[in-house]
T-cell receptor, first 110, second 114 residues
Framework: GEDVEQSLFLSVREGDSSVINCTYT??????LYWYKQEPGAGLQLLTY?????DMKQDQRLTVLLNKKDKHLSLRIADTQTGDSAIYFC??????????FGAGTTVTVRA | NAGVMQNPRHLVRRRGQEARLRCSPM?????VYWYRQLPEEGLKFMVY????????ESGMPKERFSAEFPKEGPSILRIQQVVRGDSAAYFC????????????FGPGTRLTVL
């Protein structure tokens, strides 16, 4: 199976919170990442968390890491239409080789 | 400062032809990474290059695929004698140094093999 798994689609109402979930298998993962891809653009790093952390918050973004269950989540507070995009979860056990999930397409509806 | 540039954005080849994908890293970046995304899968690491050196090609298929990053000019990912299974999106990323937590990605090249 895939090393990193995430659900493919999420639909959320504008103003609500979005939660995107991800699971990974590599217990030696050092860093875990969330990337955002807008149509026609490259992947943009949103945030990352070191494996010895449980949580990281950056403005509207909150990352939660459950290392025991190898579960990572990204919460977007007050979701806006500009948040519609594909969100990729990724992990790395060295300092350059990233393993990505298939991406979650987030659609924000009015 | 322009971002990572990839061209072409879309490439169509017939089986048996060669595909050349180009990647110009961000200014000042000397580390380049290539990833491949097959349909409905995540991006998979292929190769990591520094100027004139291949550092890690553990994700590259052993045959038909090669990559280079010359002293001057863009990085090139070359696929010889393409097959339908090579159809995918190929992403390039760059960073100014190894160990950086952020790789800056290009928009990708979508290769379709007929």
């Amino acid at each position: 199976g895939e090393d990193v798994e995430q659900s493919l689609f999420l639909s959320v109402r504008e103003g609500d919170s979005s939660v995107i979930n991800c699971t990974y298998t590599d217990s030696s993962s050092t860093y875990l990442y969330w990337y955002k891809q807008e149509p026609g653009a490259g992947l943009q790093l949103l945030t990352y968390i070191f494996s010895n952390m449980d949580m990281k918050q950056d403005q509207r973004l909150t990352v939660l890491l459950n290392k025991k269950d190898k579960h990572l989540s990204l919460r977007i507070a007050d979701t806006q239409t500009g948040d519609s995009a594909i969100y990729f979860c990724a992990e790395s056990s060295n300092d350059y080789k990233l393993s990505f999930g298939a991406g979650t397409t987030v659609t924000v509806r009015a | 400062n322009a971002g990572v540039m990839q061209n072409p954005r879309h490439l169509v080849r017939r089986r048996g032809q060669e595909a050349r994908l180009r990647c110009s890293p961000m200014k000042g970046h000397s580390h380049v990474y290539w990833y491949r995304q097959l349909p409905e899968e995540g991006l998979k690491f292929m190769v990591y290059l520094q100027k004139e050196n291949i550092i890690d090609e553990s994700g590259m298929p052993k045959e038909r695929f090669s990559a280079e990053f010359p002293k001057e000019g863009p990085s090139i990912l070359r696929i010889q004698q393409v097959v339908r299974g090579d159809s995918a999106a190929y992403f390039c990323a760059s960073s100014p140094r190894q160990g950086d937590n952020e790789q800056f990605f290009g928009p990708g090249t979508r290769l379709t093999v007929l």
